[in-house]
């Protein structure tokens, strides 16, 4: 076992406040939290004892919406307007994708997941079998969206990757069937996810009133918003995760509350897109289940889910003019449990025993966590990566002061991503 | 002499690329910039060299407005609405401040400006000689502004603290007369700025149109925008630094330009307070010089200057509804050479010989800051302080790869200021 001792947790179960105890690792899973008695401590085997030190340990993040392997587009072409930028920068470049580099740049941003406290990220993009190498090799969860677009052809391909990517001897690979989003998808495409969900009883996906512009579009082809739409297909009858979620109406709202939908919130894509600052306060209100995505790192550039706890915190105190709208323990819940529960990884939500053990270690003991007032805000409102010290994705520990134990070193990661990005350009 | 070498260099002058160069420092100055001859190099001796294995070096940032010591404040009872949180909870601490809590709570400040690649702050607080003594002790430059409020009375402490902290014998302690604002200050004191200004041939500074209120309540109190009448009583005769500025008119932007002002942008207290988001476009296209601040602990809460380069980027695309609204080269400059003209620091602002040696490298070997596609968009868009390696102040290296070298250790000043805060509770 791996014993983590001399600390905090703050196990997002219940009243929320950092406790003086234990964590105890066995194998992937958590065996002990709490206060062990002498008999306990006696008893034990462990391989490894952590000294906290009086640092915390908490549940892992869970990025809910990204495109990770967009690494290689990173400060790329930014600065144009936004129709440009796509159709004269990125998808030229996106059309040059093959297997090796979707698996190099996704290995570079697990790297970059790991380094802010990441475990898991709801992936929407293509040539999955590189992302599945590149996730599972590294010990990261491989949580998979459909991105496809066009016409009912593509219903074949989601069908197959369901089929192919939701073994129950493969708990670390998931695939959420869906679409790319309404204004990119036949109607017949649509409707076949519908028909998919619930053929299969499965929640599905899409990219969901990111802009006003979509909203408008969709209303005008089908007299009906995109959520309206596919709860009318029954791509919802079985529940599933949004994304972006900028411009829903109190009657979308409704539905996703009816439902039991997940909205991820992106807000430096929202941002840096000009897209607008979604009503996360309303949805929470709601009771709606938010969680919180980067998007990818085309549209953010990080990959820092601490930016976007920040970000989800302060937007929502400009957009209703309030310097306490929206509470920083929700926003820690968004970005932990709520993520969980958009990838439906029930059990990798909390830390309790039984539970996956996917952990991290936040370090106190730098300038912006001092002094101790608040821990959870200061992790909200001042926090990032540089306070990251261990993350632990199901037992095992990927990334530990700045040093990576994923199979590859980074120095060798940068290169490879460098060279294919160069030959792409 | 200091040698950086194997890297890059920024210099933020001229055509602003990073380009293959040698830094070399000779005291608290930079002595050479460039690739250097096999007879420079033999000439020169160094006493110390440092590989910068690709890495960047650049202009350290400057934070041009804060209140370093609130420090103490950090997570305490956010979330309460503003003019709650200020009369219960901000202005009762605050009445118990003293020499001894001023100055470690400063020094907490100085940890995080150093780790953040910040080597000068201007501060508006009080105590300044315990927080000259803090920066002073640590290395990091000391530049003061009025905190002062009331009535006129408060002219002979403002007039007294301009003789004594600005010595020619003490470049690193520099005092700019003003106000704290015109909404806190009676019109004899503000007309009393105005008298220094033209009595000392001095630039002056304030809080100025941070809050849509603050501008209306001074139009009712005085037919006038408070940059208006700041500039009828003659403080801005010999220009001067404004701070926040999120609620200009047209015809306040043309009084900046013409008085050579310098508008210090604080986007995360603009945030996180709801006071709204400066026209920073209009600004800079009128030709004014723009620098960032981080405004207090107690209202932002993080001290980071990255986390203020990306908020001054992304939020003038929200407020232009533009993808493409900012140059990313143009918030480092603010940052940068922006802060320093901002704290009349002429010879800290770029990398050049015969500048002072405040200077930073940038750790570009961590997943944010690849692929290199640009590097000052990776900066602006993805870099934070964990991609800080170093940070030199007059030539002298105060932070470096995590460790800090400016007389105390962390833990001491964690301590002290943990301490400290308790008893005030």
Same mark, same amino acid.
């Given at each position: ?43 034990? $085997?462990?391989?490894?004892?952590? !000294? ?6 908490? *549940?892992? /993040?869970?990025?809910?919406? %990204?495109? #990770? ?93 369901? $089929?192919?990517?939701?073994?129950? !001897? ?6 959420? *069937?869906? /679409?790319?989003?309404?204004? %990119?998808? #036949? ?239």
């Amino acid at each position: 076992m791996i014993r983590f001792y001399n600390g905090l947790v703050l196990t997002m179960q219940g009243e929320i406040k950092p406790e003086e105890a234990e964590v105890w690792v066995d194998g992937d899973k958590i065996a002990f939290v709490g206060v062990p008695t002498a008999q306990q401590l006696e008893n034990a $085997v462990f391989e490894r004892q952590t !000294d906290l030190g009086g640092d915390l340990i908490m *549940p892992s /993040l869970k990025n809910a919406h %990204t495109h #990770s392997a967009m690494t290689f587009l990173r400060s790329f072409a930014d600065g144009l307007p936004l129709h440009e930028w796509l159709t004269q920068q990125i998808f030229p470049m996106e059309a040059k994708l093959d297997d090796e580099r979707i698996y190099w740049f996704t290995k570079l941003a697990i790297l970059e997941y790991l380094s802010s406290g990441c475990t898991a990220a709801l992936d929407m993009y293509f040539y999955l079998d590189s992302y599945v190498s590149a996730c599972t090799e590294s010990g990261f969860r491989c949580i998979m969206c459909s991105a496809d677009s066009g016409d009912a052809n593509a219903l074949t391909a989601i069908e197959d990757a369901y $089929v192919k990517y939701n073994k129950p !001897d493969r708990p670390f690979v998931k695939y959420i *069937p869906g /679409l790319h989003a309404e204004y %990119t998808c #036949s109607k017949e495409l649509i409707e076949g996810i519908g028909a998919l969900a619930r053929k299969y009883r499965t929640p599905t996906s899409a990219h969901n009133s990111e802009t006003a512009s979509e909203v408008a579009g969709c209303i005008e082809r089908y007299g009906m918003t995109p959520t309206q739409l596919l709860e009318s297909v029954g791509a919802f009858d079985f529940g599933g995760v949004q994304y972006h979620c900028v411009h829903l109406s109190q009657q979308d709202i409704d539905i996703f509350k009816r439902r039991g939908i997940t909205a991820v919130h992106c807000p430096a894509s929202n941002l840096k897109l000009a897209s607008g600052i979604a009503d996360i306060k309303a949805m929470h209100n709601a009771g709606i289940n938010v969680a919180l995505g980067t998007d990818g790192p085309a549209s953010n550039n990080a990959l820092d889910m601490f930016r976007e706890m920040y970000l989800m915190s302060v937007l929502q105190n400009i957009k209703y003019n309030d310097a306490a709208a929206f509470d920083a323990l929700d926003v820690l819940k968004a970005a932990t449990v709520g993520g969980a529960k958009a990838m439906y990884l029930d059990d990798c939500d909390v830390i309790a025993e039984g539970k996956q053990a996917d952990l991290i270690v936040i370090d106190l003991h730098k300038p912006n966590m001092q002094p101790i007032n608040n821990i959870p805000k200061n992790i909200v409102y001042s926090g990032g990566k540089s306070n990251v010290r261990l993350t632990m994705c199901a037992g095992k520990v990927l990334y530990e002061n700045g040093e990576y134990v994923i199979g590859e070193q980074p120095e060798k990661i940068f290169a490879n991503a460098q060279r294919l990005v160069d030959e792409m350009k």
